[in-house]
């Protein structure tokens, strides 16, 4: 059954650094997504990625923040300068033309110090 | 203002009986509703999902009703399997490219 991965499963940092999140989606998807989960609240939209563009982005997703599909098969976070509050899980997801559904990747868990 | 919200954020149930979790939302326009389930260490799994103009949807053990008059929607598991113990959230789209809203979580238990 086809499934969204991602890379690295865990990933430590020091803050003020660059990371870069990478996530393949489910092939023949056109939709693809990430949210974020601090320990211990709720899962949070991040940012949504259609036709090579940012559809829709949630006020977390500020300047540090980017996204990129830089080929056909991988869909990429930046963060630029990472925080403290940074550190969190992040789940890509992805979505069908013709169905509702997101299916979710297995996360990245970041850990800024 | 768009909420999703799952005020119980424990349950303990016996292998073998029905689980009951439940959702209550604050905006009469979502399209449809979603059940995750998630491991720690893992992504949310789908479960089940239900279009806003249905007011049952059943799949095997799992069932998800929808109340709409009340805004409150609950998966049902039945009957509850050990490794049914996870965490499992609600979640409905907001905006054009369907992001999800997320409630807070209810850790099932499903004690042997």
């Known amino acids: 059954e086809p499934e969204v991965t991602q890379t690295p499963s865990h990933q430590v940092t020091q803050m003020g650094q660059e990371v870069i999140l990478r996530c393949v989606p489910i092939?023949?998807?056109?939709?693809f997504y990430w949210y974020r989960q601090i320990l211990g609240q709720k899962v949070e939209f991040l940012v949504s990625?259609?036709?090579?563009?940012?559809?829709?982005k949630s006020e977390i997703f500020d300047d540090q923040f980017s996204v990129e599909r830089p080929d056909g098969s991988n869909f990429t976070l930046k963060i630029r300068s990472t925080k403290l509050e940074d550190s969190a899980m992040y789940f890509c997801?992805?979505?069908?033309?013709?169905?509702?559904?997101?299916?979710f990747g297995p996360g990245t868990r970041l850990l800024v110090l | 203002d768009q909420q999703v919200k799952q005020n119980s954020p424990s349950l303990s149930v016996q292998e073998g009986r029905i689980s009951i979790l439940n959702c209550d939302y604050t905006?009469?326009?979502?399209?449809?509703f979603l059940w995750y389930k998630k491991y720690p260490a893992e992504g949310p799994t789908f479960l089940i999902s239900?279009?806003?103009?249905?007011d049952k949807n059943e799949d095997g053990r799992f069932t998800v009703f929808l109340n709409k008059s009340a805004k409150h929607l609950s998966l049902h598991i039945v009957p509850s399997q050990p490794g049914d113990s996870a965490v499992y959230f609600c979640a409905a789209p907001r905006g054009s490219q369907g992001n999800l809203i997320f409630g807070k979580g209810t850790k099932l238990s499903v004690k042997p």
């Open positions: 239900i279009s806003s103009i249905k």
């Open positions: 990625f259609y036709n090579n563009e940012i559809s829709e």
């Open positions: 905006n009469s326009m979502f399209d449809y």
């Open positions: 997801a992805s979505r069908a033309w013709t169905e509702e559904t997101q299916y």
């Open positions: 092939s023949n998807h056109l939709y």
